[in-house]
């Protein structure tokens, strides 16, 4: 058997299909879900993609937030379900409070496309289980609101708690506080980065790594044997 | 307050008198009289605004159609082109059922006006293109030319331009592969802006313009249509159009990348329901160009209720409504019976759209406002028969004094040292610095189906996944060459993008241009465009790469001084297999490097001779397209062989930038030997065309030097990829870290 795991097409959304061929690659059913609509087809996982929802007007993940489909997905992290933000996806998770903190422009001022390198933090959670802690992985970052802040009261909790998914290595490409480029909640299931897992799966594509490909097979294998 | 009546053709008729403001539009006088005598009676203001943007040198390519004929005229056979010039852009097929649309467009005027949207709707309207073929884009590019890199205007319009690319192509999903950047003096007051883009469908869903089948609907769908963009705004001014209305707006137009991306969408699900019959994006000239290009290229006429256009500003005119270029527009025709399942497809994408006309018998297009029928024209007459200029071209007299100044009698270096640093100088300059500054602000991840992106030789896209089907792309330009010699330097920019495509593995099939120049009315400048559509037309034919299509930029000058020559050429190819691709960078140390082609003392408008001695004068590299033809079967071969690991293309720079890019993109150095019968100095900064460097295996060797003597391609052993610095032995050694801080620190210093 296998797992499905949904990903939501937001208006603006760009690397859904992205998303879905990696979620393929890594032998789980791939479903598209849309923003319009509340029903998540009975998936076991949502990945929110990458993209410009709503053209990032007003605020980046701000309008797509409250996106019928949202309120599914945040009743079902409430209770579990393991989701996943990927740049875009991140911003609207904290947006929609499913993760603390938020996104703000890059301090450069520049849209910035790279291969960044991160330090796994946290090998624990639903979605990094098949990575190493402390694992150095190389994955494609690009966007034009990746600063992650939040007050420093927060940022210690994350600390203390373990709850800094991964850091910026090497180079700190947006001004993130702490270096931070991707967190995860108290229990784990939900998970936010701003880096694009789903552009490092395949050898001879994009980056050239699969450094990505173990955040698909981390939650197939915890769906599939759970 | 009192209106003036509607100026309806009735109107018109009845008013034979009435002053029209047509040199204020644009028009000549025998220009006008030729829209009288079409008409039999004086245009409406509606017709006169049609006519007067459709006529313009932008639509109509008055003053180039006669040399742009030859890319027909001389057109080699291919099996390849499946659509050719005149439609919205070239399709050509790739195999396995694919076939592949692109094109290259320019925004030069409004990217200097306002760097930031210029570029921007630069980037909207040539995947508009792209989508009206019937394909989805996946890939764009962009060619640009700024004045120079320590100008401070530069640093106004050179971050707005790349901003605007990105912030739109961004936000669409395109990735950004490929392009370039050159900074010259000559661009100072016209940068160029061109933009291009590749889409892919399968051949079953090519998309034509046109309006066929009577009774058919047009539904225009997208953005509102505003008072921005509309064609030199103030023209517009005069008795019949009143002073306070939005149209004073600037020209420019802005965009909403959000917007277009869902118009994507929405079309390409339109297409996949096979709901539409012809489609038009909206660009220049507007519903003006979008009605009448639909209805002559179709077999009925057309009519069109302009009060059903969604409007932005309710204040607009008619006038002003067909001539608004607001972006992020398009018009379908689909037959009456598609139209819900159309609405409601636009409907799901949250994009406006709305019936506006329909197909008609005849072959009039007619276009009503408030009740009145203000248009009533032969669309043909609008959309192609505009007037066609035989401007007067002379070669100008300074040409011959040019050529003269030998570029080959500069003083050369004198030591290995002098050598040394010129080889420093040259690699930190600014249009050879590396440029990842400007190119790390472009996504080229999105849609995860990039194998090769810039600063390789060519940009490469994977179409299908199952067979690893794939093309490239590359764009190259020269106006210093082509200053010198504009029939070669044309066959040059030719010569290296095709070149650039076969280095990376992937046969060269099709062309498109952007042909940028100054003032078509200076008869030196509309001898450069002859020479140089000449040597481009010849040059295609001796390739056998069919000219798809393209755009023609002119007035690119400021007062009498005219930007180089420059014709962008943009070649696509295909590989059947992106896992044969061939990158630039040294990867294997131990491997070998070898020169294909022969190199001789050429430096006229080379690098060299700007970096080192601030001068252009001379002839450029001789152009031999047969052994172009050679040197690409050569390295398409050997990568389909498995011959080689790395390989790069000898152009701007010479062979030692080459070897310096491949060096640090691999993080590998390079010892070199200067080869028998070549001077140092010669051997590192000559830019020979025809010529390339690999890197082979040691176990490939003897296997590529059998292919490469039996097909008559001179070869030369020229080193070996090696430790952590260049070496060019007996002269002189820089390790790759201060080969980078040079190659690498430029661009951010000048632009951050």
């Known amino acids: 058997m296998t797992a499905r795991i949904g990903v939501v097409t937001f208006p603006g959304s760009l690397d859904d299909r992205d998303t879905q061929r990696a979620i393929k690659l890594a032998g789980a059913e791939p479903v598209a879900l849309w923003h319009k609509d509340k029903d998540l087809k009975q998936v076991d996982a949502v990945v929110l993609p990458g993209g410009f929802s709503y053209g990032d007007y007003l605020r980046a993940g701000a309008i797509s937030r409250f996106s019928p489909v949202m309120e599914t997905v945040i009743e079902q992290a409430k209770s579990g379900m393991p989701v996943l933000g990927i740049c875009n996806g991140f911003q609207i998770l904290t947006e929609a409070h499913l993760l603390p903190g938020g996104m703000l422009g890059n301090d450069h001022l520049h849209f910035i496309c790279r291969d960044q390198k991160l330090r796994v933090e946290n090998a624990e959670t639903s979605w990094t289980a098949d990575y190493e ?48 480029a991707g967190i995860t909640n108290e229990a784990g299931n939900v998970v936010g980065l701003m880096p694009h897992p789903e552009h490092a799966v395949e050898p001879l594509i994009g980056s050239g790594r699969t450094d990505g490909l173990p955040f698909f097979t981390s939650i197939l294998k915890k769906l599939v044997n759970a | 307050m009192s209106r003036t009546p509607l100026d309806t053709v009735e109107h018109a008729a009845e008013t034979p008198d009435v002053e029209l403001p047509w040199a204020e539009l644009g028009l000549k006088k025998d220009e006008y009289e030729r829209v009288v005598e ?17 006529w313009s040198e932008h639509c109509s390519y008055k003053s180039s159609k006669v040399h742009l004929r030859q890319f027909g005229e001389k057109a080699p056979q291919s099996d390849a082109l499946l659509v050719g010039i005149g439609e919205n852009a070239g399709v050509v097929d790739v195999g396995q059922g694919y076939a592949v649309t692109f094109k290259v467009e320019s925004h030069n005027h409004p990217s200097y006006v306002e760097p930031y949207q210029g570029a921007a709707t630069g980037v909207g309207g040539i995947v508009r293109d792209i989508i009206a073929m019937g394909a989805r884009p996946v890939a764009v590019v962009d060619p640009l030319r700024f004045g120079a890199a320590d100008h401070p205007d530069t640093k106004r319009v050179l971050p707005g331009v790349v901003a605007g690319i990105g912030g739109y192509g961004n936000c669409l999903g395109l990735p950004n592969i490929g392009g370039e950047v050159v900074f010259d003096a000559c661009y100072q007051g016209n940068p160029l802006v061109n933009a291009g883009a590749i889409g892919v469908m399968r051949h079953e869903d090519i998309h034509l313009a046109k309006a066929s089948g009577s009774g058919n609907k047009v539904i225009l769908y997208g953005a509102r249509t505003g008072g921005d963009g509309i064609g030199g705004a103030s023209i517009l001014a005069s008795e019949t159009f009143d002073d306070a209305k939005p149209s004073k707006r600037p020209a420019v137009q802005v965009g909403d990348p959000f917007q277009e991306k869902l118009l994507i969408e929405c079309t390409l699900e339109a297409f996949a329901e096979k709901l539409v019959v012809g489609i038009q994006d909206l660009g220049a000239a507007g519903l003006s160009c979008a009605t009448s290009e639909l209805a002559s290229n179709g077999s009925g006429g057309m009519r069109v209720t302009l009060d059903d256009v969604p409007l932005r500003d309710s204040t607009l005119s008619p006038e002003e409504i067909l001539m608004s270029e607001s972006q992020e527009r398009m018009c379908a025709v689909v037959e009456p019976e598609k139209v819900d399942r159309f609405l409601e497809i636009c409907d799901k994408w949250d994009v406006i759209a709305t019936v506006i006309g329909e197909v008609t018998d005849g072959d009039r297009l007619e276009i009503y406002w408030h009740g009145g029928k203000i248009v009533d024209v032969d669309p043909r007459t609008v959309a192609h028969d505009g007037p066609v200029y035989e401007r007067p071209y002379a070669r100008p007299e300074w040409q011959d004094a040019l050529q003269a100044d030998d570029a080959n009698k500069l003083a050369r270096p004198a030591t290995s040292e002098e050598l040394k640093d010129q080889v420093l100088q040259l690699v930190s300059s600014p249009n050879q610095a590396s440029k990842s500054w400007i190119t790390s602000q472009y996504d080229h991840f999105v849609q995860g189906n990039t194998v090769l992106a810039q600063p390789e030789d060519s940009g490469m896209i994977r179409i299908d996944e199952e067979s690893g089907l794939g093309v490239a792309i590359a764009t190259d330009g020269n106006g210093r060459y082509t200053k010198l010699d504009p029939y070669h330097g044309a066959q040059l920019a030719l010569a290296e993008a095709y070149r650039n495509v076969a280095t990376t593995g992937a046969k060269p099939l099709a ?20 020479e140089a559509i000449r040597g481009l037309a010849d040059g295609c034919l001796q390739l056998g790469t069919p000219v798809t299509g393209g755009n023609v930029s002119l007035y690119n000058q400021t007062g009498e001084v005219a930007i180089h020559p420059t014709p962008v050429v943009a070649v696509l190819g295909v590989i059947d297999d992106v896992a044969r691709r061939t990158p630039v960078a040294f990867k294997e140390e131990g491997q070998l490097l070898y020169l294909l082609g022969d190199t001789r003392e050429e430096f006229g408008g080379s690098a060299w001779s700007q970096v080192v001695h601030d001068h252009l004068g001379g002839l450029p590299p001789q152009v031999d397209l047969e052994r172009e033809r050679l040197l690409a079967e050569i390295l398409i071969s050997a990568s389909r062989d498995g011959m080689i690991d790395a390989a790069h293309d000898l152009s701007d720079g010479g062979l030692i930038q080459a070897v310096v890019e491949s060096a640090l993109l691999g993080g590998k150095g390079a010892r070199l030997v200067v080869p028998d019968g070549l001077d140092a100095f010669t051997f590192l900064f000559s830019e020979s065309a025809g010529r390339a460097i690999v890197a082979i295996p040691r176990s490939e060797e003897l296997r590529f030097n059998d292919m490469c003597g039996a097909r008559g391609l001179p070869v030369t052993r020229i080193g070996v990829v090696d430790g952590d610095e260049v070496e060019v032995q007996g002269e002189f050694t820089l390790p790759l870290t201060e080969l980078r801080t040079a190659h690498e620190g430029t661009i951010p210093a000048l632009l951050a």
């Open chain 2, 511 to 530: 062309v498109s241009d952007c042909l940028n120049f100054g003032s078509p009315e200076d008869p030196a400048v509309m001898w450069q465009f002859a």
């Open chain 1, 133 to 180: 802690s402390g694992q150095e992985i190389h994955i494609p970052l690009k966007n034009m609101d990746g600063r992650y802040v939040a007050d420093e009261h927060t940022l210690d909790m994350l600390e203390a708690e373990g709850r800094v998914a991964f850091r910026y290595v090497d180079f700190n490409p947006n001004g993130s506080l702490r270096d931070i």
């Open chain 2, 38 to 54: 079409i008409l039999g009676r004086r245009p409406t203001g509606a017709e006169l605004a049609m006519y007067s943007v459709m």
